[in-house]
């Protein structure tokens, strides 16, 4: 089951003004988990910032969509 997802990127769509960090690093957690590259994705460039009970945590750069 590791390597069901071998090889295939998964986009993650984040909002550039937050994402709440659990529902961010969870799904992120076992797509990698399962041999999957996780890419974050975001209608804007730069940095994504996660938050967790209404307190900015970690950030991580995106890329967008076209």
Same mark, same amino acid.
């Given at each position: 089951?590791?390597?069901? +997802?071998?090889?295939?990127?998964?986009?993650? +769509?984040?909002? $550039?003004?937050?994402?709440?960090?659990?529902? +961010? #690093?969870?799904?992120?957690?076992? !797509? =990698?988990?399962?041999?999957?590259? $996780? !890419?974050?994705?975001?209608? =804007?460039?730069?940095? !994504?910032?996660?938050?967790?009970?209404?307190?900015?945590? #970690?950030?991580?750069?995106?890329?967008?969509? #076209?």
């Amino acid at each position: 089951m590791a390597s069901d +997802l071998a090889g295939t990127r998964v986009a993650f +769509l984040v909002a $550039p003004d937050g994402a709440g960090q659990v529902e +961010l #690093t969870e799904p992120w957690a076992a !797509v =990698r988990d399962a041999g999957g590259e $996780p !890419v974050p994705v975001s209608t =804007r460039p730069g940095q !994504v910032q996660a938050f967790h009970s209404r307190r900015f945590t #970690t950030s991580t750069a995106a890329t967008t969509s #076209t």
